[in-house]
Each structure stands twice: as structure tokens, then as C-alpha cells.
């Protein structure tokens, strides 16, 4: 069994490892959408939009509903959000750190030289 789940849990990262693909899910948050209307508002071809929703439909991550000739994909299960907004939560984390990393990086330093071997270091070369 927990073979099974690490299994699943892979198989439904990997189905997650497009940037399409998430921007995709991320619209279905707003209502249901077609392949056109997601190929006009990712400007991509309708083709490549059909190609990356075949991949989330046969992980069970989207589902269709037909009306006329039109399809319409929604998300099969609302906690996907959860789990992209947590993703976007863990990336503001990473860019807070990476931004606190940048300012210590660029901060003045207490003193304009550092003596190295007995010699003042200026910008990285020994003067």
C-alpha cells in the first residue's frame, strides 16, 4: 500500500511538470473551459492546449463535460488549489529568502577593506 501511494504521488507530480499544464489548472478555478478558450488565453494551438488537458484527463486531474460540440474541462477534485496555492506559498518563501540572501549579499560591509596575508583586499583583488 504505501508503495502504491509513493507510486500515485509520482505519477501525479510528473502530470504536474509542465508550466502549461499548471496555468491550465490554475484557469479552472474560474468556471469551466474549452480547448479554445484555454489555447486563446494562453496563446498556444489549440492542439498543444488538447495535448497537455489528454495528460491531466488520464491522471484524473481534469474532467469533461460535453454540451453540443463543445467540451468543457473542469477540475476534478477542488484540494488541487490547495495544493497550488501551497505551491505558490513555498515559492513567495523561496523568493523572501533569495531576497534576504541578495541584501546581506549587497549590504555595506562594516569595513571598506579587509586585510588579507597582510595586504588590504579593494574589490576582490589585493592591492
Known amino acids: 500500500m504505501r508503495q502504491q501511494l509513493s ?25 469551466e473551459l474549452t480547448v479554445n478558450e484555454i489555447s486563446q488565453r494562453f496563446a498556444v494551438e489549440p492542439a498543444n492546449a488538447s495535448q497537455q488537458l489528454a ?8 474532467m469533461t463535460r460535453k454540451d453540443g460540440a463543445n467540451v468543457y474541462y473542469s477540475v476534478s477534485d477542488k484540494s488541487m488549489f490547495k495544493l497550488l496555492d501551497a505551491a505558490k506559498e513555498i515559492f513567495s518563501h523561496h ?20 586585510r588579507v596575508a597582510g595586504r588590504k583586499r579593494v574589490g576582490g583583488s589585493r592591492a
Open 7 to 31: 507510486n500515485f504521488k509520482a505519477e501525479f507530480f510528473k502530470a504536474l511538470a509542465h508550466p502549461l499544464r499548471i496555468s491550465i489548472l490554475d484557469a479552472l478555478r474560474e468556471g
Open 55 to 62: 495528460v491531466l484527463r488520464n491522471r484524473n486531474m481534469v
Open 95 to 114: 523568493l523572501i529568502g533569495v531576497r534576504s540572501m541578495l541584501e546581506e549579499i549587497h549590504a555595506p560591509s562594516a569595513s571598506v577593506g579587509v
